[in-house]
């Protein structure tokens, strides 16, 4: 049996734990209530909070992603019909084939990468389908998994990760989408779509 000396020094332990729990809580509570936590979207997200998003969200991929590559059939007709998709429902925040953001993308906290020029082609398939279908929680990433048919979301996987070597006709359609740039900032520079990847 215990002895009651070692009784006693557990509970304590565990009344401290409990109490330190509930005040920390109350501290967030606090600091909730009376506007100390940032809510605004015009800062930079701090280092230990992009830090547990990003790992969050690989975990969670690597658990749920499918990891069989692209149904669709690699050809112009699945390419234009997955650039048409995004040019309706990606452009505004993800850019066009100049790379230049809208000023939705600029002021987004958690900036939204202008894929052609941080685009996915290296990752694979199914990665880019969960975050497309399932999008990103608490950044302004939609999931289109209620919007969009699941074919449609390969036609846009399948055009994401093909956009640096798209057969002509279907480069001239990704050229035709109109920049998401306002006009002033889209007219200076030449229109490229040369890409530099982000590490
Ligand atoms: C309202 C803005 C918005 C729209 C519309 C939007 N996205 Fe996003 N998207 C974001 C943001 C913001 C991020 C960055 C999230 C983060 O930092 O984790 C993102 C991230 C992504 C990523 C991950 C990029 C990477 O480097 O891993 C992909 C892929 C993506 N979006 C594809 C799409 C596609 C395809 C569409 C259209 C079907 C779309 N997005 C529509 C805002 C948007």
């Given at each position: 049996m215990r002895r009651p000396g070692a009784r006693c020094l557990a509970a304590g332990a565990a009344l401290g734990a409990l109490m330190a729990v509930a005040s920390g809580l109350g501290a967030f509570y606090a600091a909730a209530v009376w506007?100390?936590?940032?809510?605004n979207a015009d800062a930079k997200p701090p280092a230990l909070e992009k830090w547990i998003a990003n790992k969050a969200l690989d975990a969670v991929i690597l658990r749920?992603?499918?990891t069989k590559p692209n149904p669709l059939q690699l050809d112009d007709r699945n390419l234009i019909d997955g650039i048409h998709l995004y040019a309706a429902n990606c452009a505004v925040c993800h850019g066009a084939s100049d790379g230049r953001p809208s000023p939705i993308a600029r002021g987004l906290y958690q900036k939204?990468?202008?894929?052609a020029r941080y685009g996915v082609e290296d990752d694979?398939?199914?990665?880019?389908?969960?975050k497309v279908a399932h999008g990103i929680r608490m950044t302004g990433m939609p999931s289109f998994s209620g919007s969009l048919r699941d074919r449609q979301l390969w036609q846009i996987v399948l055009f994401l990760k093909n956009m640096e070597s798209l057969p002509p006709a279907a480069q001239k359609?990704?050229?035709?989408?109109?920049?998401?740039?306002?006009?002033?900032v889209a007219r200076r520079g030449n229109s490229t779509s040369s890409k530099e990847k982000h590490s």
């Open positions: 506007g100390w936590l940032p809510a749920e992603a499918p939204a990468p202008q894929l694979e398939d199914g990665d880019v389908y969960w359609a990704w050229e035709a989408v109109p920049s998401a740039a306002p006009r002033s």
